[in-house]
């Protein structure tokens, strides 16, 4: 699905990348306001779905090769965070609705989880 579709789902707001919409593909999403597990449990491609609005959002993104972020809650990213995610081309929405709200409905659109194996024993 594309980001223009994830944008209509959540109905949510580009606050920047609006010409990387229908180019940027999403296959899998997480959602957490815990850089430190978005770092351990996220993968390449994911969206970021959080409700952090600082620059270490788009840092974290970075470091992961993330397409875009998307803030719940009606949360603006900072300035700083919106002025480092047009440097780096990085796409950023906000959606009116929860966390919860927000992962549900991808879920329910086919949008994966990032899910860590499960040990046996």
């Known amino acids: 699905m594309n980001l ?3 944008a209509r789902i959540l109905r949510a707001e580009v606050i920047w990348g609006d ?3 229908d180019s940027v593909d999403v296959t899998h999403a997480y959602g957490a306001d815990l850089m430190s597990d978005v770092l351990a449990f996220a993968r390449p491609g994911t969206l970021l779905i959080t409700g952090l609005t600082n620059i270490q959002i788009v840092r974290t993104a970075q ?5 875009a972020v998307l803030f719940v809650r009606g949360k603006k ?3 700083s965070a919106v002025a480092l995610s047009k440097e780096v081309r990085l796409p950023m929405l906000v959606s009116p609705m929860s966390m919860f ?6 879920f329910q659109n086919g949008i994966h989880p990032c899910t860590v194996p499960v040990r046996e024993g």
Do not use: I
């Open 77 to 79: 990213p900072q300035d």
């Open 63 to 67: 470091m992961l090769d993330l397409p």
């Open 19 to 21: 010409e990387f919409l």
């Open 101 to 106: 709200e927000a992962c549900g409905l991808l």
């Open 4 to 6: 223009t579709e994830v």
